[in-house]
């Protein structure tokens, strides 16, 4: 699977959107991008994941370059309850039965 | 809607003692089942893997095991915990054409 890199920690205020960035320059075709969330104490929480195309849910926005080296998460209206460990993670989606490589991550700080 | 169960939320035991966690899905069937491993401050750890009832990947050689004996039921063993094996341990599940994974409120288990 494709390495990441993300920064360290990022601040946010309350009520403002949140870009989260994820550079992943060794990208294959098949490999996908997910972006999970661990706040402190609980298990990870999927937020959302695509292949080239941008996508939406109801928690966050993802933006993936053309050539798909890099890729932002956008939290459009960050509160508190965001404030968590942010994982980028790269690797072929419809692959049962493997895992997921969680790195260090961004820790993302909401301050009011 | 699928739910993901483990027990206990905490657990304190001596070296040398033996361990089972649990966890259940539901809401599914047959899905994918992960067991994880997150020590203080640092990334997750995949342990095991089931593609199905009785099928058993280890990603890693240690003094753990684990066990399918139902569809939706993954549970992790040791006979003899050491200190090393304290930490917060998360069980997964996925199903689906990206396989993406959803986790439990994971374990956290101290061994003194």
């Known amino acids: 699977d494709a390495k990441t890199t993300q920064p360290t920690s990022m601040d946010c205020a309350e009520g403002r959107a949140a870009n989260l960035p994820c550079n992943h320059s060794?990208?294959?075709?098949?490999?996908?991008v997910y972006w999970y969330r661990q706040i402190h104490s609980q298990g990870p929480q999927y937020i959302i994941h695509g292949l080239k195309n941008n996508e939406t849910n109801e928690m966050a926005s993802l933006i993936i370059t053309e050539d798909r080296k890099s890729s932002t998460l956008i939290l459009p209206h960050a509160t508190l309850r965001d404030t968590a460990v942010y994982y980028c993670?790269?690797?072929?989606?419809?692959?049962?039965?493997?895992?997921?490589?969680f790195g260090p991550g961004t820790r993302l700080s909401v301050l009011p | 809607s699928q739910t993901i169960h483990q027990w206990p939320a905490t657990l304190v035991q001596p070296v040398g003692s033996p361990l089972s966690l649990e966890c259940t899905v539901e809401g599914t069937s047959n899905p994918n089942l992960y067991w994880y491993r997150q020590a203080a401050g640092r990334g997750l750890q995949l342990l095991f893997y089931?593609?199905?009832?009785?099928?058993i990947s280890s990603e890693v050689p240690q003094n753990l095991s684990a066990s399918r004996p139902q569809d939706r039921q993954f549970i992790l063993s040791s006979k003899k915990l050491l200190l090393s094996d304290s930490g917060f341990y998360l069980c997964a599940w996925s199903k689906g054409p990206h396989n993406e994974q959803f986790f439990g409120p994971g374990t956290r288990l101290t061994v003194l």
């Open positions: 089931s593609v199905g009832i009785g099928q």
């Open positions: 993670i790269v690797r072929v989606g419809p692959t049962y039965g493997q895992n997921f490589v």
């Open positions: 060794t990208i294959s075709g098949n490999e996908y």
